[in-house]
């Protein structure tokens, strides 16, 4: 697999560095100077000083070729950007991270579906920990081959309740998250623009239950 780092922060590196020992293809691009030359030296992977907004330095990177990117710059106009760039070349899986919760809204709006808000997510684990819940544990309880896939709804399945989607087999819904409420599955609820769906399946049908969300994405 050949996965584009965009930005080494802390989360591009932590991330890079995870590839690289999963013996994936990583090309990480920074555009600050002496981090990018530091990074060359310590780390097994291809290494651009450039600014990752740039079509010609993504076609240095061969973004064609990539099975997927990561925009983890500080920047997040310009991990939308890249994403758009990105599509473009027709890269299978785009992951973007993003603070801000407008833009949050912008890049659902064009699209992305794997957007990461690593101060949505850090807020809510102290949130959970303060109450005495520790959400870590949950990691416990997925093991083997089952995942946990979150969904916005496409267009094919607005208005649609659940139970009028056929899921592949050992796939099961858990809920739909419309804003800042959760509904359960037993109350068969009637889709939404917006509405994340929440489902447990496990990893070999992953790419059958996006088809049946209406998701035309390689996983």
Known sequence: MRVIVVGAGSLGIYLT??????????ILIEKDEAIAKELAETLDCTVINAEGTRPDILEKADLPSADAIVACTSNDQNNILIGLIARDSKVGKIILKIEDKQFMDVANKLGFYYVINPSSISSRYIADVLRGINTIELSNLVRSDVRFMGIVVTESVIDKRLSEITLPEDSSFVGV??????????KDPKLREKDEVIIVTKADFISDVNGAMGRNIED
């Open 17 to 26: 560095k995870n590839m690289i020992d999963q013996g994936k293809e990583v």
């Open 177 to 186: 998250y419309r804003k800042n409420d959760f509904i359960l599955t037993e």
